[in-house]
Structure formats: structure tokens, C-alpha cells
């Protein structure tokens, strides 16, 4: 089955700067590749996703890129803000409609 | 609009009871989905539906079984609690319409002692 592996785990940046969070995959077969945002106490949101037909995507100040050769893919904040901060899983659908899900990554936002 | 709504929020159970959590969604969406959320680990599936009265299993599900009488409505059922279930629980949903975008519960969380 597809494997999903995130890093890094914890990630603390000031507000102002950028925030990367990188992913890779195991199955070639992969072709949807979301992001989610979950709050303390909440369940997790989708932010951003991406098919393996797109090389980059944006919306405002959130970016995903995606290198099918590499199984990669990676999560990209811009002038980050104390309310990103959050912990963030990317996952990745062979078309099963079955989300594989990374561990995770707690980002810490410093005002 | 609730979305998807789940109950009960907090449980407690002793090894070997049983219990039921119930998902509820209010989209008319196809698919539905069980994940378990443990520290380190992130969300890993347990069951899913893809339409009222089909489940099928995910990458953990020895100890869980699973309804999906009514469309709007998933089952999750935990016939032996064991210690290892001690988990959040989270339930989802999607169109099935080609947009594969989750929508999810706020989760329960399971203490087994």
C-alpha cells in the first residue's frame, strides 16, 4: 500500500517568515495530493491539494509543489501569521478514494 | 448546516466492553470514513463506505466493525475494547462526485483502561 513519510515533525518560525513542510510518497499510482490544517480540539481542514497533472498550485499565501520523478511533494506558507499555527498532515489517493496520511507537523507561529 | 457531527465527544470504557460511535452527515455525501488519530502517527483509515450499505476495510481495521444502513449515518463498533484502541477517533465525508475534498467530525476521544 501507499506509504506517506512528513518532516519535519515541529517546526517554530517568527511571524513574518516562510514555513516549508516537505512530504514523499511510495506509490507511482498516487495522483491526488491534499494538505490539511487541524486546530487544537478540531478535526482537520483542508487548506490546499493538488493532481499529479500540476506542478505548482496557490492560493493567497499558501503554495503546494509537486515532483512526480522525486514522490515529493511540499507545503509552502508565506508571511506566516500566528493563526497558522496549527498541525498540518499532507496525504496522498492512488483514486481509491482512500487518503494515506502523513504524521503530521505541529507549526509554531512566534508573534 | 451541522456537516458531519459525532457521538458521543469523551468515553471511557474498561478492557473488553463494547461500544458504538455514531457519524452523522448532513451533505448527502457518498463516501464516509473512520480514522484514528494517535500522537506521532497522524490519521490512519479503519473503514470506509463508498455508498449506503457498502464498508470495506482500510490499513487498520482488526477490532472495528462497521454499518452503513442509511446513507447519512457510518457506525463504528468496538465489540472488545483493548487498552490499544485508546485513541481520537474521526469521522469524514465526501461527494463523491469527483471532488475528493474531506469533510470531518471533531472527533472522539476513547480512553480504554
Known amino acids: ?111 | 448546516n451541522a456537516g458531519v457531527t459525532q457521538t458521543p465527544k469523551f468515553r471511557v470504557l474498561k478492557t473488553g466492553q463494547s461500544m458504538t460511535l455514531l457519524c452523522a452527515q448532513d451533505m448527502n455525501h457518498e463516501y464516509m470514513y473512520w480514522y484514528r488519530q494517535d500522537p506521532g502517527m497522524g490519521l490512519r483509515l479503519i473503514h470506509y463506505s463508498v455508498g449506503e450499505g457498502t464498508t470495506a476495510k482500510g490499513e487498520v481495521p482488526d477490532g472495528y466493525n462497521v454499518s452503513r444502513l442509511k446513507k447519512q449515518n457510518f457506525l463504528l463498533g468496538l465489540e472488545s475494547a483493548a487498552p490499544s484502541q485508546t485513541s481520537v477517533y474521526f469521522c469524514a465525508s465526501s461527494s463523491g462526485t469527483g471532488d475528493e475534498k474531506l469533510f470531518f467530525g471533531s472527533g472522539t476521544q476513547l480512553s480504554v483502561l
Open chain 1, 1 to 111: 500500500g501507499e506509504n506517506v513519510e512528513q518532516h519535519p515533525s515541529t517546526l517554530s518560525v517568527q511571524e513574518g517568515d516562510s514555513a516549508v513542510i516537505k512530504c514523499t510518497y511510495s506509490d507511482s499510482a498516487s495522483n491526488y495530493f491534499p494538505w490539511y490544517k487541524q486546530e487544537l480540539g478540531k478535526g482537520p481542514q483542508l487548506i490546499i491539494d493538488i493532481r499529479s497533472n500540476v506542478g505548482e498550485k496557490k492560493d493567497q499565501r499558501i503554495a503546494v509543489t509537486l515532483n512526480k520523478t522525486a514522490k515529493h511533494f511540499s507545503l509552502h506558507i508565506t508571511e506566516t501569521q500566528p493563526e497558522d499555527s496549527a498541525v498540518y498532515f499532507c496525504a496522498a489517493d492512488t483514486g481509491r478514494r482512500a487518503l494515506t496520511f502523513g504524521s503530521g507537523t505541529r507549526l509554531q507561529v512566534q508573534p
